[in-house]
């Protein structure tokens, strides 16, 4: 069995169901699953070869869930790109992972120019190449494709970190989209009644959600519009029971104007990822939607759902700075840096291993070397786990910042500020934020002679990086903070910017 069978199967049993319910109408299980076959099709018309790559750069639509399905129905290995980032990030992806079709929104056709890989466009065709449309129309009625893959098999690149070098593209093998698929619907006790909210991109931790739902028969609620009030719009009034989305939305959610709880009248889970949640601000989310928030906590290595917390974990308060306890077909500890596990109530490293642990960074094996060994996945987070089974993360020993739900790394950031002729140096680092999580942050050293304000180095950002990676504030120093062998003291310049006003 592949991840894919969980569809069939549904299919099979609910054809009548309605898988999609999208702004330009429903679509059932057994359509679904025709268009499914029908483009899994044409995708093998126009590349036989199993294991083959297919990016897919689109917004939220019923084009992208199905173009998805068909990926993963033909053997293929998903490459998703996020149209909210910029074109050399994107090409960068492209470039290294060489998928042999691109399927794009005709808005993404800029971001994409001159990459490599045969155009199928979601939409209309802006410059030559079919559509999904078209593809649909000509291969109607193609049988249920087969393929022989193993566990290990690749399922999808998804790409964590990277700087000015390549980027880590994580190969997500069948055996961690299994386990991320059992887990979800043990976890959240999905069934043929809930109705999955889109209100986060699919390619991000959306995706996560799309094969469990879909697996019980339950229907994925596309939103009409973009925003909190969109998200809103589709609880009150299209029967929304679940959604995953970082906190940051969830707090837009409680601020729209005239909001209330009423206007999630089926809601019974509320899945929070992506970013922290203060413990005030938990207190105020559950006193705003009652008892059904939930959170987990994974990484792309380990997608989605290492461990989890339910509903009924955020009874005692006790528990609300933990990510839950570990869920099915992982483990996870505490290991010392001699590479000891750690009895409980020690803080170390948090490492993991079993079916949800990647197989490893797609054509870097000296990275995947060095996160995976002997079998333990090694996070870079920090914590302890009480005589519970509850996960405690403390900090983070690399230094990513998640801001929004989003991944951003301070070497980017700092290598696009440092091209800035006037920046000497710079140091970027996260601080909490109530409505973020962190917010990016950055404290620079111009060159003496030189001049800058914090607008101009913002912009000079956003246009490399685009508007999640931006720091929010940039602090102004005549001299930064360093260490007796002149190193910038990154904690110090942090401490700073957590003092001013």
Not at 20 to 42: F, K, Q, T
Not at 93 to 112: F, H, N, Q, R, Y
Not at 199 to 218: D, F, K, N, R
């Amino acid at each position: 069995m592949v991840p894919i069978d969980f569809f069939w199967r549904a299919a099979t049993r609910w054809p009548a169901r309605t898988a999609i319910d999208a702004p330009e109408g429903s679509l059932s299980y057994a359509e679904l699953a025709e268009r499914v076959r029908a483009l899994a099709a044409a995708l093998n018309a126009i590349d036989p070869h199993a294991q083959s790559r297919v990016g897919i750069c689109a917004h939220n639509s019923v084009a992208h869930i199905t173009a998805l399905l068909a990926v993963l129905a033909c053997g293929k290995v998903w490459v998703p790109l996020n149209p909210k980032s910029t074109r050399p990030e994107l090409r960068r992806l492209v470039d290294a992972t060489e998928p042999s079709i691109l399927v794009l929104d005709a808005d993404c056709a800029g971001l994409l120019d001159g990459a490599p890989g045969q155009r199928l466009w979601t939409d209309q065709a802006p410059s030559g190449g079919a559509t999904v449309a078209a593809l649909l129309a000509r291969h109607a009625g193609a049988p249920q494709p087969t393929f022989d893959l193993p566990a290990d098999a690749t399922q999808a690149i998804k790409f964590t970190g990277g700087t000015t070098g390549a980027p880590k593209g994580v190969m997500q093998p069948y055996r961690a989209w299994m386990a991320n698929i059992a887990n979800q619907i043990h976890c959240w006790g999905f069934t043929e009644d809930d109705r999955y909210v889109l209100a986060a991109p699919v390619t991000h931790g959306t995706s996560t959600y799309l094969l469990p739902i879909l697996a019980q028969g339950g229907c994925h609620v596309l939103l009409e519009g973009s925003g909190a009030a969109a998200v809103r719009e589709a609880f009150r009034t299209r029967g929304g029971t679940v959604a995953f989305m970082p906190p940051t939305l969830i707090y837009m959610l409680m601020a729209q104007p005239g909001a209330s709880r009423a206007n999630f009248p089926k809601l019974r889970r509320l899945i929070y990822g992506g970013a922290p949640m203060p413990p005030e601000k938990i207190r105020e989310v559950r006193a705003f939607f009652g008892p059904v928030l939930a959170t987990t906590y994974g990484q792309t290595e380990a997608p989605q759902i290492l461990t989890v917390m339910q509903p009924e974990d955020f009874e005692e308060e006790a528990n609300w700075a933990s990510v839950g306890r570990t869920a099915w077909f992982s483990d996870v500890a505490i290991m010392a840096p001699d590479g000891r596990l750690l009895p409980t109530g020690e803080i170390g490293e948090v490492v993991a291993r079993g079916d949800l642990v990647m197989s490893g960074y797609w054509r870097l094996p000296e990275k995947t070397a060095e996160t995976i060994v002997d079998g333990w996945l090694h996070t870079g987070d920090r914590g302890l786990i009480d005589a519970r089974g509850m996960l405690y993360l403390k900090d983070r020993l690399k230094d990513l910042v998640i801001t929004g739900g989003f991944n951003v790394y301070p070497i980017e950031v700092e290598n696009a500020l440092g091209q800035h002729p006037a920046v000497h140096e710079c140091a970027v680092f996260g601080v909490p934020d109530d409505k973020w999580g962190e917010s990016v942050q950055a404290a620079v050293q111009l060159r003496e002679g030189q001049k800058a304000d914090e607008a101009e180095l913002m912009a000079f950002v956003r246009q490399r990086l685009g508007p999640v990676a931006t720091p929010k504030r940039i602090h102004f120093h005549a001299s930064l903070p360093r260490s007796p062998v002149g190193k910038v003291l990154k904690n110090a310049v942090r401490e700073l910017a957590l003092a001013a006003p």
